[in-house]
C-alpha cells in the first residue's frame, strides 16, 4: 500500500504562506468524500501546535463531548475528567488559554456539528469578531457535504460570512497527478487506475505499486471485502435518505442515458423527482452538467455524465458481477468480462484526460492559439442529418479560434480515416470560430501517412506517452 503523502503542493503552498502570518486566519476546505481534505490537514499541522476535532453523525450533545474532550486534552492534560457543556464555553476556554501563542483548530466534517444546531457559527462568529481576530490562530473548517459548505458557511447569509481568509475546493487528482501513486505502471495502465478511481486520492492510495494492475482492480472491486465493493452503496447512504431511488439515476447514466427523459424512462421516476435527484447528485459531484461548448446558453442541450470514475466503473460492470463476486469467482469475472471491454469503458474518460491535457499545455510554445476554454461539441450534423460529436474542442475566445480533436483508446494505430472524419466536422461549431489545427490522441501511435503528412495537414500527434 502507497502509505506516503503524495501531491497537493499547491495547496500546502498557500496553507503554509498563511501559518507564515502572525494574524487570524480562517481556512475553509471542502470536497467530495475520499477526496484527501483530512489528509492534506494532517499533513499541513504535523510539528505544529493543534487542536483536531472530527465530528461525528450524531448527536450535538455527543459532538460537544468528543470536541471537550480534544480541547482539554491539549489545555489540561494532567486533568482528568475535566469536561465542558456547551460550544460557547469551548471557545472561551481556547480563548483564554491561548494568550499570544499560535494555534492551529480544525473542526474536521463541520456540517454534522453545525448541522445539529444552527446557533454554533453566530457564537462561532461572536468568538471571531470579539477576540479572535486578535489572536494567531488559524481556524480552518473542513466538511465533505458541498452544498452544506457553499450554502452555510461561504454564502452571505452565514454567520460566518467575510471572515474567511482562504479556502481551498479540493479536487480529484488529475490523470498526471494519480500517476505517481503507480510510478512503475506503464502509461496505459496509468491511465486505467486513474479512470477506475476518478482521481480520488483514498482509491489511489489503495493501489499496491508491487501489485498488477489487474490484481489490484480484482482486489478493491471483484471480492466480497473489497473496499470499492460496498462503496457506492456506503457514500449514497451517508449522503442522501432514498439511497436506492439515487443508485438507480446513477445506473442509468452509467448506462447510456445522458439526459432528463431518458433517465425518467430508464428509472420509471416522475420528472420532477429526476430533476431533484440530479441536481443533487451534480451537488455532490458524482455527476456534472455537460454542455455544447459552443452553445453554453442552450438549455436543451445537456448531458449528464458521470463525473466520478468510480461510481462509472462500479456501475458499469459490479452489478452484473454481484453473483460471481459472492461466490468467490470474482477474478474469473474480471478476466472474461471486464477487462476485455477495459478499452471501450476508457473512450470517455481517455477523452476527458485529452481536454485536460490540451488545457494543461495551452500556453506552450507548440499551441495554435491562446486555449483558454476546452470542452465537447455535440449535436447533429445538418448534412448528415444525424447526431455527432467532438471530442475535444479547444476555444481562443479572445481571437475566434479553435482546435478540434478527436481520442482513441484501442489497441490499433490510428489511420488516416479519423482524420478526414475529424476535417469534415469543423464545419459543425459556430461560425464565430475558425479552426487552426487538428488535434489527434492515441494510445497506440498513428499509421505512417499520419506521420508523414500530419504537419502539411496541420495536425498534432499525441501519443499517450506523450500526456504522461
Known amino acids: 500500500m502507497c502509505k506516503r503523502f503524495i501531491g497537493r503542493e499547491q495547496e500546502l503552498k498557500s496553507l503554509e504562506e498563511a501559518y507564515a502570518k502572525n494574524s487570524f486566519q480562517m481556512c475553509v476546505l471542502y470536497g467530495r468524500r475520499r477526496v484527501g481534505k483530512t489528509a492534506l490537514i494532517n499533513e499541513f499541522i504535523k510539528n505544529k501546535e493543534h487542536i483536531f476535532f472530527t465530528a461525528i453523525k450524531g448527536s450535538l450533545g455527543r459532538n460537544i463531548e468528543l470536541l471537550s474532550e480534544c480541547v482539554t486534552e491539549f489545555f489540561y492534560p494532567d486533568v482528568p475528567g475535566l469536561m465542558f457543556t456547551d460550544f460557547k464555553a469551548i471557545l472561551n476556554t481556547i480563548t483564554q488559554r491561548i494568550g499570544d501563542k499560535k494555534l492551529i483548530f480544525v473542526i474536521d466534517e463541520l456540517p454534522y456539528l453545525a448541522g445539529s444546531d444552527e446557533s454554533l457559527l453566530s457564537l462561532l462568529q461572536s468568538e471571531i469578531d470579539r477576540n479572535w481576530l486578535n489572536k494567531n490562530i488559524f481556524l480552518i473548517l473542513s466538511g465533505s457535504s458541498i452544498s452544506f459548505m457553499i450554502d452555510e458557511v461561504l454564502s452571505a447569509k452565514s454567520p460566518i460570512y467575510g471572515r474567511r481568509t482562504m479556502q481551498i475546493d479540493l479536487k480529484p487528482f488529475d490523470y498526471i497527478k494519480a500517476a505517481d501513486f503507480v510510478p512503475d505502471y506503464t502509461p496505459e495502465e496509468k491511465a486505467i487506475c486513474y479512470g477506475v478511481t476518478g482521481g480520488i486520492a483514498k482509491y489511489l492510495s489503495m493501489f499496491n505499486p508491487d501489485k498488477s494492475l489487474d490484481d489490484n482492480i480484482v482486489d478493491l472491486y471483484f471480492t466480497p471485502s473489497g473496499f470499492l465493493y460496498e462503496e457506492p452503496h456506503n ?110 469503458y476508457m473512450g470517455s474518460i481517455f477523452e476527458t484526460m485529452c481536454r485536460y491535457y490540451l488545457l494543461l499545455n495551452s500556453f506552450s510554445d507548440l499551441s495554435p492559439c491562446m486555449i483558454t476554454e476546452v470542452g465537447k461539441w455535440f449535436g447533429t450534423d445538418p448534412q448528415k442529418r444525424e447526431q455527432t460529436d467532438i471530442d475535444v474542442v479547444g476555444l481562443d475566445k479572445e481571437e475566434g479560434k479553435a482546435v478540434i480533436g478527436e481520442c482513441k483508446f484501442k489497441n490499433e494505430t490510428m489511420d488516416k480515416s479519423v482524420l478526414d472524419v475529424l476535417i469534415s466536422r469543423d464545419g459543425l461549431l459556430d461560425k464565430k470560430y475558425s479552426v487552426v489545427s487538428y488535434y489527434l490522441f492515441s494510445l497506440s501511435g498513428f499509421s505512417d501517412w499520419l506521420v508523414k503528412n500530419a504537419e502539411e495537414m496541420n495536425t498534432k500527434l499525441i501519443s499517450l506517452n506523450e500526456m504522461y
Not at 241 to 249: K, L
Request: proline share 4%; aromatic share 10%.
Open 235 to 344: 457514500l449514497l447512504v451517508q449522503e442522501f435518505r432514498n439511497a436506492p431511488v439515487y443508485g438507480d439515476v446513477i445506473s442509468a447514466i452509467a448506462n447510456g442515458a445522458n439526459k432528463a427523459v431518458e433517465i425518467k424512462d430508464k428509472t420509471g421516476l416522475e420528472a420532477a423527482s429526476v430533476h431533484n435527484v440530479l441536481s443533487h447528485l451534480t451537488e455532490t459531484r458524482i455527476i456534472e452538467r455537460s454542455l455544447c461548448i459552443t452553445e453554453e446558453s442552450n438549455k436543451k442541450k445537456v448531458q449528464y455524465i458521470l463525473s466520478d470514475g468510480m461510481f462509472s466503473f462500479w456501475y458499469r460492470f459490479i452489478p452484473r458481477a454481484i453473483p460471481q463476486i459472492e461466490i468467490d469467482n470474482g477474478k474469473k469475472y474480471y478476466q472474461s468480462f471486464v477487462k476485455p471491454k477495459m478499452h471501450e
